[in-house]
């Protein structure tokens, strides 16, 4: 009876995890490029290093991996001149504080993603135009042969200002500030 048991539970776990994947999270590598400190911010929040969080600071030359829950939608920014009160020069988050707890300011250049939207694809853009601080790139990873997109300037310059492209999802992306 107990080896049934334990047979069948074996069982069950194996055709769970077969038959029902837990959708992917998807992994999202932040690189600050400027030679200056910049606090990424992100609403809905992601996690890191195990938690859930909507921001923090990441020095001048440093990168960070965040992960994105499953079917994602919601944008990434980069905020400028912050204390270590979450006090920034621009794109601090309404409610003030590190961690932001709402959606993104105007003001800072936005990523903002849709993960496993229409055709099972992610779907990304930088917003620059009417919306910039620092440039941004979002480059896919393995797996996705869309070019890195980019917003340099707040006229819109760069490959990407606005432009939406896709990936499969179960892409991973870099963000680069700077
Ligand atoms: C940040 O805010 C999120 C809600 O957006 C919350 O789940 C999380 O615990 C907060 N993290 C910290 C470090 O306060
Ligand atoms: C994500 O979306 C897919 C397709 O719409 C759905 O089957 C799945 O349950 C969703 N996963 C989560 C965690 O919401």
């Known amino acids: 009876m107990f080896a049934q048991t334990s047979f069948f539970a074996v069982l069950a776990t194996v055709v769970s995890a ?43 030359g440093a990168s960070a991996s965040v992960t994105l829950p499953a079917n994602y939608s919601g944008r990434i920014w980069g905020r400028t001149g912050c204390d270590a009160d979450g006090n920034c020069e621009t ?50 990873g393995s797996g996705c042969s869309t070019a890195p997109v980019t917003c340099t300037d707040a006229n819109g310059d760069g490959n990407g200002c606005g432009a939406t492209s896709s990936c499969p999802t179960g892409t991973s992306y870099t963000i680069q500030f700077c």
Not at 21 to 31: E, F, G, I, K, Q
Not at 105 to 122: E, R, V
Request: charged letters at 5%; glycine letters at 12%; one cysteine or more.
């Open 91 to 140: 794109g601090q988050c309404f409610q003030g504080g590190e961690n932001c707890t709402s959606p993104a300011p105007t003001g800072p250049t936005l990523a903002q993603f849709t993960i496993n939207g229409y055709a099972s694809s992610d779907y990304f853009t930088p917003t620059g135009q009417g919306n910039f601080n620092i440039p941004l790139t979002i480059t896919p």
């Open 18 to 60: 077969v038959v029902l994947p837990r959708a992917a999270d998807t992994t999202v590598t932040l690189v600050n490029n400027c030679g200056y400190q910049v606090d990424p911010a992100a609403y809905p929040a992601v996690t890191y290093n195990g938690a859930a969080t909507g921001g923090f600071p990441l020095a001048g």
